[in-house]
């Protein structure tokens, strides 16, 4: 499950074109992003997409915005 849940978040990321984000899952269905974006507005959208894909039951945004 938690491979489903990373891979689904992982290809909406890409589809928006935030490819330096990287997602992690545990057993439990909790999500972990990490990696770089450009801009403030980009780290939402990524919590935003992992948020509301099915079967994630919680996000931690470690996404680092590069300045």
Not at 20 to 39: D, E, H, R, W
């Amino acid at each position: 499950m938690s491979q489903d849940i990373s891979t689904r978040v992982q290809q909406a990321l890409k589809r928006m074109r935030l490819r330096y984000v990287q997602v992690s899952a545990g057993s439990t269905g909790g999500v972990i992003l990490s990696g770089t974006v450009g801009n403030h507005d980009e780290r939402t959208l990524a919590s935003a997409i992992a948020r509301t894909t099915p079967g994630g039951t919680s996000i931690t945004n470690q996404i680092v915005v590069r300045s």
